[in-house]
């Protein structure tokens, strides 16, 4: 005969035996429960109902792994049905020093000439080397002192010649400091998509920190000198130590389409940083980003998306930014690299070579589309390529760039980006030209910049042509360029001619 349990107490126990010699516990629960308070009875129920739903609730609960989705920046945690998220918040980092700084004040005299040739700089290792070892470089007329009105002592002299003031470099200023703390102060990096409002769509960290340094470094700091040296320095700690063997810069998150445009950005911000420190510990990273460029290089004579492919305009402008900023701290670029890029130009050039289309898909249709970015990013690209400053197509595409996008943050045109460029233009033309732009950009820009609240010293991206891709930081970043502008690069011309015999 098999054992029979009771669920309680073991049948044949010495506990049992003992329970039964005094009428049996059902008995004695029966008892009990008629002698109690009904609601001590009912309280009781109540206790053992909630302990055995606990232990049901705690013993079918699946397990889950947790998944972070890490993100740069000051962050909040927040959990949903997939797991727990960190995720940026919405407050900008809070630094130590919330002073506005200055950005032109210096206490070193002024020069008496701000377009006299800086000091010679070191001699630099080939861009190229090993992949057109034999080829002479080309240096563009003047290139090689660009970058002067950075200077100490410069600055403030260009400053007032070109039509700025202490107006546009209040913007300047505040716009530094709401950068500054827009910084990760973990890694030295920015980011497109926030701690800030509105922030871009698609994250690019080596874009965003490319973007942030140059307007850091437009405004004259470096690693050692400026205000800001310590921001400088805290974001090129890690992007040297991101570049890779070939030149590239493995920094977070990079979108595909962006990947070259971004290395483009970096490679400029580096040749500039160089150019202004001579640094010779950069001397060797900025070679090795600038020989990625050249490599990269697509058949027709741009860049596009991916390295060795046909290029567009709007990449390839700023490759020849990227590839003239390094002449200007002297570098040696192949000849025939800007070669190839004046052969491009001349396959998206539409009419008479004052408009540029985006790309020419094939060679029994014109380039497009032709927009205002391009074409100023072509015109930009034929000044520093040696048309002459008169040059009738010059002067007949920049005055249709100005006519028909006026720096309007109201207008359906509002396009920050291409206003960056046009404003290049312009300012290398000089003359009436430039008068007429700068009269409306030193109005506008403070005009619109905010001036309140935790977004203070940024631009809002919103009703922009490309806002919505690049956010805040994207259009804030363009907007200290064009207010950079008196002395971010000296007038190519007139430098030119200053260094005529």
């Known amino acids: 005969m098999p054992r029979v349990f009771d669920p309680v107490i073991p049948v044949g126990s010495a506990a049992a035996a003992g329970a039964s010699g005094s009428g049996g516990l059902g008995e004695r629960l029966t008892e009990f429960i008629r002698n109690s308070p009904a609601f001590s009875v009912s309280l009781s129920l109540h206790c053992l109902l909630l302990l055995l739903l606990t232990l049901w609730v705690v013993r079918e609960r699946p397990l889950r792994k947790l998944r972070l989705s890490m993100a740069f920046g000051p ?3 927040q959990a949903n049905d997939n797991g727990i998220d960190i995720v940026p918040a919405k407050e900008p980092t809070k630094q130590p020093d919330e002073k506005v700084t200055e950005v032109a004040k210096t206490e070193l005299p002024t020069v008496k000439s701000p377009r006299a040739a800086p000091s010679p700089k070191p001699e630099l290792p080939d861009a190229a080397a090993g992949t057109a070892a034999a080829d002479k470089p080309m240096v563009a007329p003047a290139v090689g002192m660009l970058l002067a009105g950075r200077e100490a002592g410069r600055k403030e002299v260009l400053l007032g010649a070109a ?17 500054k703390k827009q910084q990760n102060q973990k890694d030295g ?94 001397a060797e990273p900025a070679a090795r980003a600038v020989a990625y460029c050249v490599a990269a290089q697509g058949p027709n004579g741009g860049w596009r998306y991916e390295p060795g492919k046909p290029g567009d305009m709007s990449v390839t402008g700023w490759y020849m930014m990227a590839l003239k900023t390094a002449e ?59 048309w002459p400053q008169k040059d009738p197509r010059l002067v007949e595409g920049l005055e249709l760039l100005m006519a028909e996008n006026p720096l309007d943050f109201e207008s359906d045109s509002k396009d ?74 000296l007038p190519l011309y007139a430098a030119q001619q200053a260094e005529a015999p």
């Open 328 to 386: 200007m701290a002297g570098m040696a670029v192949p000849a025939t690299t800007f070669e190839g890029i004046g052969g491009f130009l001349d396959t998206v050039a539409n009419g008479n070579g004052s408009r540029y289309g985006y790309r020419r898909d094939s060679p029994l249709k014109p380039a497009g589309p032709v927009t205002a970015a391009v074409t100023a990013e072509g015109l930009l690209c034929r000044q520093y390529l040696g």
């Open 416 to 489: 920050a980006y291409a206003w960056y460029y046009i404003t290049q233009v312009a300012h290398h033309m000089e003359g009436e030209a430039w008068r007429r732009w700068n009269d409306r950009l030193r109005e506008v820009l403070p005009r619109e910049q905010v001036v309140k609240g935790r977004q203070r010293g940024s631009w809002d991206p919103s009703l922009d042509r490309w806002g919505h891709i690049g956010g805040r930081l994207f259009v804030t970043s363009f907007c200290v360029y064009m207010l950079e502008t008196y002395y971010r690069h």
């Open 75 to 77: 962050a909040s945690i």
């Open 163 to 179: 039509g700025g003031g202490d107006v546009t470099e209040l913007a300047v200023t505040l716009a530094l400091d709401w950068l």
């Open 189 to 282: 990096l920015w980011s497109l998509t926030g701690p800030y409002d509105d922030g871009g769509s698609q994250e690019n960290e080596l874009a965003a920190t490319a973007m942030a340094l140059l307007a850091f470094q437009g405004a004259g700091n470096t690693l050692t000198e400026g205000p800001h040296r310590a921001v400088v320095a805290r974001a090129w700690r890690s992007l040297l130590k991101a570049q890779q063997e070939d030149g590239s810069f493995d920094v977070g998150q990079v979108p595909m389409q962006h990947a070259l445009y971004s290395h483009a950005q970096a490679t400029m911000a580096l040749c500039e940083l160089y150019g202004m420190s001579r640094d010779p510990k950069l």
